[in-house]
């Protein structure tokens, strides 16, 4: 008997590889990057698909400032993942690196380190300040670039483009100077979100929006003239979340077509018989909160009806002695307040627009500390932020309040220091979007763009159509300079081409910081004075900045092209960079800069909350590097919707391990069983008249499946791509294919046509599969490269194979299909058995099957046994439509090398 066992042992053919099932991926990633920076892995992609179509992802530039996080490494990866499905596609996807660098996160970075060391900012040199400006940012560039390159993002790191660079800031003014030219560039005097903390203004893409609580007030207006005669001696009434702007207000507006009424109030108090004006639809919610118990309606009449009418304001007798007229405004709602609306047109662009339309200029009340101004008598010097219970004392003092209380609403806040913003009118400088056209050719290009999901596009073209005009200045030190010359007496921009390409010209030699220092003489060159203009000295806002890539990077680089195949990013860049680009781009070139936009969700935690440091739900890459490994991550990123929220957590982490475990084992089998000797098959001269129809079928589902790659791959559809991946790894091969041919493989003669076919296919299988996920598992699927293919360099090298149309069988995936359901009922029939203890395993079984005519007709050449890897399978005819399976337990001798169990021995392993 021992020798018998011997002897079997000789005849079986041992799976064997060196790819290890326990995957190590923390210690063999970082083997790999070296590998990939001794073959210079980007610089051999370059050569390898020189001349070919572009595909071009520009880099949207991350903010250099601290380390990566969840939402970064998702972003990264990501743009990888495409990047390298392009380039294996046989395109020359290239993939350059980019980082933001100027603007006050950097700035207020360098001003903490000043107050930690006690020394004062204002004494330091500009250039001084920006150089360390400059060097944090560079500092924290070359920080990302090795967590980048750790996550297995291959790009072109060490031509990286910054937007601190000499010729990138050139290229901002030569922009700016296209702008400045054509005239749409021009000084204005508006509302702008402003921060009385980082004492600037906030583009739309600075903002957030969080709960405050906020002081509210009901204040009256008394009415001074009127067309109505019920109006006269009455009070119009108007609610506000901002009692501070009261000092500031100017004008009324009320909606023409509502419904208003004048009630007398009767009950005790300040108000007591007086009349007073608010909306028929408010007039319950007014009732409530003024706390009003007994009242009676007097007149009921249109907005219409209110043309003419002029208040008082509530400080008319200490000092605000002019006159409130009311004017038609479409903003007024009955959402909420009275249906009047006070105007402030120094604190918010409707009653700015409104009250400039009437001849009502908007005047500064409040400076960039957020202190009244001289033009606010009483309130000088007061900070805005504490101003409410000054103003509302005051309205309590004038009698003009007729309640106060508080709301918790959403309010704008800046997304850097988290304090409440407000709507400051200072001199700025604009884009205009009407002047030139600019609304319509954005809108006009987004209509051109294709959008991944599609949902992007109407995002966008909503904040277009309804925006405002541009504000790119900023009262701020690090960034560019606005490279503009005021006339001292004129007040004319100088707008000559001349000027504009020498400043350009000196930014690309010496870098913007000369502008603050140098003689300005020195930038007008020997066309103008400069004692006859005042320079400028607002800096240019990041996000003009940053929409400036696609012509210092683009248009630049020799190896890149304009426009971009595609923008990626977050969707809060629909705001952001996504928006300022195509404005910039459409107002310099009349079109966008990219051919498609591809926007991702944000990473919430696996209960889908926003991720926080004081909830403690925050998961750093670089943790899942030291537990996981990079192929983990890339597996949660291309398996992710990414056109939702992405949850994480570490029990999503250990299903993707797990699911990485499956995909590992699949090639482990296929490695095992070809010995690590990988033969390319020529699948274009290959017969497959001469295989079985198993590996037939197989074929087919191996040419189905990269039909759906495909077109999963060309709709960015990477969630489904993986999905289906994964399924065939651990349905169609495990569970399926490797599992019938196992017998042959182990127990065939090596010589053995079966076991020769099935190791045909098991190379081609080895040799898409490998293809196939290279972009995703680009570590893993490099391992085994290096392994298979001594003689060549990196799989990421490779291209997609091509497989021809003889491999596609829909007659015989038919046929399959139907004897994978009869196996399936098989299964069922032989798990039965083994659950009762009957048999061990499925070759303890014998099987007798009964099929109509049909499925009989179907069955006819195909071996059972092997099918359902059982020892004896006898197949029954029968009139019924039903399958019906009958398992026993086989008897007789069990082979010692392929274990099936027959009377008479086994006839293919004689002993």
């Known amino acids: 008997m021992l020798k018998k066992v011997k002897m079997s042992k000789e005849n079986i053919n041992l799976p064997k590889t060196a790819f290890s099932m326990k995957a190590n991926l923390q210690t063999k990633e970082p083997e790999i990057l070296d590998y990939w920076k001794k073959i210079d892995l980007y610089k051999e992609l370059r050569k390898s698909n020189k001349g070919k179509e572009k595909f071009i992802l520009h880099d949207g530039p991350p903010y250099a400032n601290g380390n990566i996080h969840m939402g970064t490494a998702l972003n990264k990866i990501l743009k990888d993942i495409i990047v390298k499905f392009h380039q294996m596609d046989g395109k020359d996807s290239v993939y350059v690196p980019g980082w933001d660098c100027h603007g006050l996160p950097i700035e207020w970075k360098i001003e903490e380190q000043y107050k930690k060391n006690k020394k004062n900012k204002n004494e330091v040199p500009i250039k001084e300040f920006r150089k360390e400006c400059r060097d944090f940012a560079q500092k924290w560039i070359e920080v990302h670039k090795t967590q980048f390159k750790r996550l297995g993002v291959v790009g072109d790191w060490d031509n990286h483009y910054a937007t601190m660079s000499f010729d990138a800031e050139a290229q901002i003014v030569r922009e700016l100077g296209k702008f400045l030219r054509e005239g749409s560039l021009y000084r204005g005097f508006k509302p702008v979100l402003w921060s009385t903390v980082e004492k600037t203004a906030l583009a739309d893409a600075e903002v957030e929006y969080q709960d405050h609580k906020s002081d509210t007030i009901y204040t009256a207006f008394s009415v001074k003239k009127t067309n109505l005669k019920e109006l006269e001696g009455t009070d119009v009434v108007i609610w506000t979340t901002t009692p501070w702007t009261i000092p500031a207000n100017k004008a009324l507006a009320y909606n023409e ?14 108000f007591k018989n007086k009349k007073i004006v608010i909306a028929e639809a408010l007039l319950d919610s007014v009732i409530k909160d003024c706390d009003i118990k007994n009242y009676k309606e007097i007149k009921k009449f249109k907005g219409k009806d209110f043309k003419g009418t002029i208040c008082n304001h509530p400080f008319q007798d200490i000092g605000y002695d002019y006159e409130i007229p009311m004017f038609e405004a479409r903003f007024v709602t009955t959402e909420q307040g009275t249906g009047i609306v006070h105007c402030a047109p120094s604190h918010g662009p409707d009653d700015f627009n409104l009250c400039l339309k009437h001849g009502i200029k908007a005047i500064e009340t409040v400076d960039g500390d957020g202190k009244y101004t001289k033009n606010l008598p009483l309130f000088y010097g007061t900070h805005i932020f504490k101003a409410n219970p000054v103003v509302i004392e005051k309205l309590k003092e004038q009698k003009k309040l007729l309640s106060s209380g508080e709301l918790i609403h959403s309010y704008p806040h800046s997304w850097r220091s988290k304090a409440p913003l407000v709507h400051r009118a200072t001199p700025q400088w604009f884009i205009s979007m009407e002047s030139h056209g600019l609304r319509k050719k954005a809108i006009k290009a987004l209509d051109d763009t294709k959008f991944y999901p599609d949902k992007g596009r109407e995002r966008i073209k909503a904040m277009i159509e309804t925006r405002p005009d541009w504000c790119v200045s900023r009262q701020r030190v690090w960034g560019v300079p606005l490279p503009i010359f005021v006339h001292k007496t004129t007040k004319e921009i100088l707008t000559d ?25 020195k930038f007008l060159g020997d066309k103008y004075k400069a004692e006859d203009y005042d320079k400028i000295n607002d800096i240019v806002e990041v996000w003009f900045d940053s929409g400036c890539t696609h012509a210092f990077v683009l248009e630049k680089r020799e190896d890149l092209q304009w426009p971009a195949s595609m923008y990626l990013e977050g969707s809060d860049q629909h705001r952001g960079w996504f928006h300022s680009s195509l404005l910039e781009s459409c107002g310099t070139r009349g079109r966008a800069p990219y051919e498609a936009i591809l926007s991702h969700g944000f990473v919430v935690d696996g209960k889908g909350l926003k991720m926080s440091k004081s909830v403690g739900n925050v998961i750093a890459p670089e943790d899942i590097l030291k537990k996981y490994g990079a192929d983990i991550l890339r597996i949660w990123v291309a398996s992710s919707n990414y056109a939702e929220d992405l949850r994480i957590d570490y029990s999503i982490l250990e299903q993707h391990a797990d699911s990485y475990r499956k995909i590992r084992n699949t090639f482990r089998y296929l490695l095992g069983n070809l010995n690590d000797n990988f033969k390319k098959i020529d699948i274009k001269k290959l017969d497959l008249n001469h295989l079985p129809e198993l590996e037939q079928y197989m074929l087919h589902r191996v040419y ?4 759906n790659f495909k077109n999963y791959f060309s709709s960015y559809d990477f969630h489904n791509l993986y999905k289906e991946l994964l399924n065939f790894c651990t349905v169609e091969l495990s569970a399926f294919y490797f599992d019938i041919r196992k017998d042959s493989l182990y127990c065939d003669t090596k010589n053995s046509e079966r076991r020769k076919s099935s190791i045909i296919v098991l ?14 598992l680009s570590f893993t699927t490099e391992e085994i490269y290096t392994l298979i293919n001594q003689d060549k360099k990196s799989i990421h090298l490779e291209k997609f194979m091509e497989f021809p149309q003889t491999f596609k069988n829909e007659k015989l995936n038919k046929k399959w299909e139907e004897l994978k359901k009869i196996r399936d009922i098989c299964n069922v029939s032989i798990e039965g058995k083994r659950a009762s203890k009957e048999i061990g395993s499925s070759l303890e079984a014998n099987l007798t099957i009964s099929l109509n005519e049909k499925l009989h007709k179907i069955t006819k050449n195909v071996n059972f046994s092997e099918l359902c890897i059982t020892s004896n ?39």
Do not use: M
């Open 257 to 270: 077509s509502l419904d208003y009424l004048v009630i007398q109030l009767k009950d005790d108090g300040d």
């Open 497 to 521: 081409e001349e000027v504009n390409e020498n400043i350009a010209n000196i930014y690309a030699k010496e870098g913007s910081d000369c502008w603050f220092s140098d003689d300005p003489q």
């Open 704 to 707: 189905n499946l990269n039909e």
């Open 763 to 776: 190379n081609i299988i080895l040799e898409s599969l490998i293809k196939w996920f290279a972009p995703i």
């Open 873 to 911: 399978v006898k197949i029954e005819k029968n009139d019924s439509s039903e399958i019906s399976v009958i398992t026993t337990k086989a008897e007789g001798e069990k082979c010692l090398v392929c274990w099936k169990i027959n009377k008479n021995g086994c006839d293919r392993h004689p002993l």
